[in-house]
């Protein structure tokens, strides 16, 4: 089953499966990201845009999804809050969007559903500005972690929803422009962690 595919069959019961089980990882997040007043924001796999009630209301925001059944849930959380956001039909492991166009981009358990996060992480930092940050909110096993129950979910929860196999570090290894700025644990044992990157400012000479 395709990902497009199987999102939107899911995304009439998405916000009644997740929201509540990553409300308060999400706002602990966004309340963490500092200063935004006139940052420009990409949200790639924005979802049914349950981080909208969340975001600072001075930024300028953008969201990608490929599943336009899950960007209709979106618009409509993005009205209720008479917040814009821009909203795309895209790929965010092929952005149309250009290089360096955003000074913020905002992965929340997107690496860990998409089949090659270390792409991903790849677009996002093709958008990126030099010196800016990514934030990611995410699932990962540790490098050496033997994890045989995450490990065999993952041959049946990847066709339908996410991974559970994923070690962000063999991730990041793919992508030498970020370096870690901070990385804690959020909830599960250290399971669910949250990851600042910045992109390394551009060298002349």
């Not at 999102?7 to 500092?34: C, F, N």
């Not at 990962?140 to 065999?152: K, T």
């Amino acid at each position: 089953m395709s990902l497009k595919l199987s999102y939107t069959l899911i995304s009439p019961i998405y916000d009644a499966l997740i929201a509540r089980a990553t409300q308060k990882m999400r706002q602990k997040s966004w309340s963490q990201m500092g200063e935004m007043a006139g940052l420009s924001v990409l949200i790639p796999g924005i979802g049914t845009g349950l981080d909208i009630p969340y975001l600072p209301k001075a930024a300028h925001y953008t969201g990608v999804d490929l599943t336009p059944a899950m960007l209709h849930r979106a618009r409509k959380k993005a009205n209720q809050q008479n917040l814009p956001v821009d909203l795309k039909e895209g790929d965010i492991l092929a952005l149309s969007l250009p290089d360096q166009s955003f000074d913020r981009v905002v992965m929340h358990l997107i690496l860990a559903v998409v089949p090659s996060p270390q792409l991903a992480l790849q677009e996002a930092a093709r958008v990126l500005k030099p010196g800016g940050r990514i934030m990611i909110l995410d699932k990962f096993i540790q490098p050496g972690e033997n994890a045989w129950v995450r490990r065999i979910a993952n041959s049946l929860l990847r066709h339908i929803a996410t991974r559970t196999d994923v070690i962000f570090e063999e991730v990041l290894a793919g992508v030498p422009a970020l370096q870690v700025v901070n990385d804690e644990p959020l909830m599960a044992g250290g399971w669910f962690r949250r990851i600042e990157l910045q992109k390394q400012a551009t060298r002349i000479g």
